[in-house]
């Protein structure tokens, strides 16, 4: 079974920093590319981040571009969201999501259960 | 970037009733064009993906189609458990976008 569990989410000042992870399981790792996606409270979907399954292909939407750095350990599982500069409107909850290929270029077809960032001071 | 909207962004409609959303590409995005159904208090889960392959089990009443900028998705015969928030998405390229999201409840 296919899981991928979302960490640490916490209330943080504007201008502050957070890593987040997903530990992943139940599947290949490193066949997959994986996806942050965010979701403001009450709020609609927001592609935040991809990283192919290598890690040589990177992309971030525009509202977080050169404030976010996403990376990945095919060794032992995981993905990260390393978050700086942080703002209001990065107040979310994260889901980090399996692509159903390698290279990002295909649906999401796994979600973890999300992980809260509140920035605020 | 390619902008999605859809319509309508809400709905209320009864059981047994025939559903309809849509979806509009500003630009054309062949058939790279995902739906999602998020449940209140639920994670998303992918629906349809190629615009119109129904993912495993899903159930029949729901469908897809379209190509190009425009794109439906119809619930055949509306059921309780179909109250959710659906969003379609683009993935032909990034940014992979959502459209806002159409919330479905009942009547």
Known sequence: EVQLVESGGVVVQPGGSLRLSCAASGFTFDDYALHWVRQAPGKGLEWVSLISWDGSSIYYADSVKGRFTISRDNSNSFVYLQMNSLRAEDTALYYCAKDIGGSGSYPLDHWGRGTLVTVSS | ?107
């Open chain 2, 1 to 107: 970037d390619i902008q999605m909207t859809q319509s309508p962004s809400s709905l209320f409609a009864s059981v047994g009733d025939r559903v309809t959303i849509t979806c509009r590409a500003s630009q054309g995005i062949a058939n790279y064009l995902a739906w999602y159904q998020q449940k209140p208090g639920k994670v998303p889960k992918l629906l349809i993906s190629g615009a119109s392959t129904l993912q495993s089990g899903v159930p029949s009443r729901f469908s897809a189609r379209g190509y190009g900028t425009d794109f439906t998705l119809t619930i055949s015969s509306l059921q309780p458990e179909d109250v959710a928030t659906y969003y379609c998405q683009k993935y032909n390229r990034v940014p992979y976008t959502f459209g806002q999201g159409t919330k479905l409840e009942i009547k």
